[in-house]
């Protein structure tokens, strides 16, 4: 009966085929891998095993995940992982989708050029200390990018590479806190997916750049810039029509509120405060119907304390007083000067 031999071979053989194709890791994405546990000081952290080199294989390593032999994710938020990335760290040439979010993480950003898989990447609240000038290139599918809270190129500061304009589909760009310095990316004005961007905490300086005239942002954070801060009119902010949350407060923006402000329906939050805006606040602004923030405080706007129908608005001006409190701290300093 040889031909059973023969069925229990070519069984045999197709399991053990089986495992060779479902299971065995690339060895490039095995050997990055590899290379990131061994630069962190706590890598026991990630419970990775040692006696099995699959990470994609059927005993699967926690915070990985795979499309068949390729790491796509690698998920360690919140971990308090402490190291550097690895060099060679885009040779995870299949990578869809990163949380290294809130970490200890140290040193030089590994570059990302041509990780065009890649879709998320949450980098945020780590101590990553330089970015490469070729980060950007080539993340053809980039949908949101979270850089915030790094002392990225402290010293010198840095600008965001034009490279990042060829990542037609990102929605979400926030890099809170990392040192850029300069005026808000002119490039970023033609990018029609980007919908949340996010410069709060820079050294960002000039102007809002024209050519974000009309774009379809829903969220709009340049709030808090260190050193002179930005300057000129908010004229631009008033075509973005999308527009629901608009934190422009601690820069020197000047001008009015533009009347064309109240083109932006959707607005639910505005901080303008602690600028050097001037004039009238116009009715249009007071009467847009989502709006539920409002904070105008410390500017040199002018005329009766405008009225507003949500119960967050602030607007007690820093150096021309409006009528009412005026009036209130005159009483005040005559009774001082009544005491005997
Ligand atoms: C950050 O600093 C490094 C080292 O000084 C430099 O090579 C790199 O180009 C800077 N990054 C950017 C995006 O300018
Ligand atoms: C992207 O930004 C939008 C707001 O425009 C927000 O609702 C959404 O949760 C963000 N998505 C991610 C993945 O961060």
Redesign the pocket.
Known sequence: MAWKNWIKIAFLWFICLESVVLGATDPGDYAVLDEFRKGLSNSELLEWPTDNDDPCGKRRWPHVFCSGSRVTQIQVQNMGLSGPLPRSFNKLSMLSNIGFQRNKFTGKLPSFNGLSSLQ?AYLDFNQFDTIPSDFFVGLDNL??LSLDHNPLNQSTGWTLPSDLANSAQL??LSLIGCNLVGPPPEFLGSMESL??LRISHNKLTGEIPTSYSGMPL??LWLNDQEGPGLTGSIDVIASMTMLGDVWAHGNQFSGSIPSSIGALTSLKRLFLNGNQFVGLVPETLMSLPMLQSLHLDNNMLMGPIPKASFSDFSYAQEFVLPIDTRGALLTRSHCTFGIP
Request: no cysteine; glycine share 0%.
């Open positions: 998320h949908q949101v929605m979400n919908n949340a829903q969220i």
